[in-house]
C-alpha cells in the first residue's frame, strides 16, 4: 500500500470507494510537485483545494480526503517550505 493509500486509510477518507483512485492519483502528482516546489505552510490548504477540486466524490468525503492530504504533506519532509 502507498503512502496516499495508507493516510486515506487512517482519516476514514473514502465511503463506497468509487472516487479513491482519482484522488490517489491526484494527490501523488500534487506530492511530487511539492519535491520539486515545496508549498509554504499558510498555502497548504488553498494548495490541496486547487489539486483536488476537480474531483468528485458522490459520497461527499472530501472533507476528510483534504485532512489527509494535509497531513501527508506535514508529514512528509521536504514538502513544507521552511519559515525564513
Ligand atoms: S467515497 Fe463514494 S464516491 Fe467518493
Redesign the pocket.
Known sequence: MSAVQQKFLEHFS???????PSFVNATVVLLEKLKRQPVAKDRIESTIMDALNDH????T?YVRYYEAVKDLILSTPGLVKDQA
Open positions: 473514502f465511503q463506497c470507494g468509487y472516487c479513491t468528485i466524490c458522490r459520497c468525503g
